[in-house]
């Protein structure tokens, strides 16, 4: 059987020399252990660091049954802007033209990664075209996330403008022939795009996939290096007396809870930091915001081995998601990989993270006046807490974020479709 992924805007990794999309990356590892061909196509443009792959098309075997397939875009240096917009649109068009310029390419079925939109909507319909069965993967609720960064009294407008997105996406959502998401919010969100009045309207097979990864494995030499890092930078991580916050530095998130937080923790408990790892726009921003607090560290970008490590020994994850539609809809997956080494996490996201802390008791949960802020203290304070909610926490990785569950379950119902 040979799957086509297509997959753009995800976070990356190197893998002998190339950049590969990480969701498509596992997916494909998974397929071709079971004797598939699988050509992923991709934007040729980086999104976490802001760089190209490659200027042009460019086709790249790595295996005799796996190629890689970089469609050129304009690029953009701004996770929100009109450049990020002409972006979408012009890898859309390139999308489209390799399509059209290569007749024999027809795989067998079509795994779609949404968004961004327009590329999303170019494939769906080319596929449908060609009779090849289609499996959508849902992770961000555009275009309503638009409308959400606009100011209420533009709200209506900005819905105006943007209502041909909304068209793209019923045609997206009213014609894959199954749908995965990663929690059952956004899978009820994809439902209120259903076409009730079409009665040919086929449902397809709705499933959640969460945003999993492969156990990140360590060796000796790279447990040394990355103990190393972090004690050269002042820090020993092993005495766990800090709190940890690993992610892109932009408008996803509220910085301003980390700084309540460390304002809190400077008064009772001067001898615990927080650190901040990541780059993005809002770097010079948090170099201002924390100026003033001596116990934040910005650390920059650092490799998941540091970051794995980082969190393994943390107190808790900061969790600090916007709590907006597509947030609250949300388990990110720096939580997930907290919760994986048994590290309880702190939010103030309503929806999914509020529900899991409050099923599971693998977290800390803080509302807008940050009234039980004193939880923190029991963190630091009361060892029979902290180690409940350790456990609580690998018993809800365990139970919810399984990859071999997870990915055999997507690769299952690529088989049904």
Request: glycine fraction near 4%.
């Amino acid at each position: 059987m040979h799957i086509c992924i297509f997959q753009t805007g995800e976070p990356l990794h190197i893998d002998i020399g190339n950049y590969r999309p990480m969701r498509a990356m596992l997916l494909a590892d998974e397929l071709l252990k079971e004797g598939n061909k699988v050509t992923i196509i991709s934007s040729s443009f980086f999104h976490q660091r802001k760089f190209f792959r490659s200027k042009s098309f460019k086709k790249v075997n790595l295996e005799e049954n796996f190629s890689i397939i970089l469609i050129p875009s304009l690029g953009y240096k701004k996770h929100i802007g009109f450049k990020r917009l002409f972006d979408h649109i012009f890898l859309s068009i390139n999308l489209y033209q390799f399509l059209r310029n290569n007749k024999k390419f027809k795989p067998d079925k079509v795994f779609i990664g949404y968004p961004p939109i327009e590329s999303s909507f170019v494939i769906m319909n080319w596929a449908k075209k060609n009779n090849i069965p289609i499996m959508l993967d849902v992770k961000d609720n555009w275009p309503e996330n638009f409308i959400e960064a606009l100011p209420n009294f533009l709200k209506k407008f900005g819905r105006f403008l943007l209502f041909p997105y909304f068209i793209l996406t019923t045609y997206i959502f009213n014609n894959a022939d199954a749908v995965s998401s990663i929690t059952k919010s956004f899978i009820n969100w994809i439902k209120t795009f259903e076409n009730k009045q079409n009665k040919t309207f086929s449902k397809p097979i709705y499933f959640v996939s969460p945003l999993v990864r492969k156990k990140i494995i360590f060796n000796q030499k790279i447990l040394k290096e990355a103990t190393e890092f972090w004690h050269k930078k002042g820090i020993n991580v092993i005495e766990k007396k800090h709190f940890s916050f690993v992610g892109s530095l932009s408008n996803s998130f509220d910085f301003k809870f980390i700084l309540n937080i460390s304002n809190f923790l400077i008064t009772k408990y001067p001898n615990y930091i927080i650190i901040i790892c990541g780059t993005g726009d809002k770097y010079l921003e948090l170099k201002q915001l924390f100026s003033n607090s001596p116990n934040v560290m910005l650390v920059g970008e650092i490799d998941k081995y540091k970051a794995s490590i980082l969190i393994k020994h943390s107190v808790a994850s900061l969790a600090p998601y916007l709590n907006n539609q597509n947030f609250q809809n949300s388990i990110p997956n720096k939580v997930i990989e907290s919760l994986e080494n048994s590290v309880p996490f702190i939010t103030n996201t309503q929806g999914e993270l509020k529900k899991m802390i409050e099923e599971f008791d693998n977290g800390i949960f803080l509302d807008k006046d940050l009234k039980d802020i004193e939880k923190i203290s029991s963190l630091i304070e009361n060892k029979e807490f902290l180690n409940n909610l350790q456990r609580n926490s690998f018993k809800s990785f365990e139970a919810l974020f399984n990859f071999e569950k997870t990915y055999q379950k997507i690769i299952c119902n690529l088989k049904k479709i």
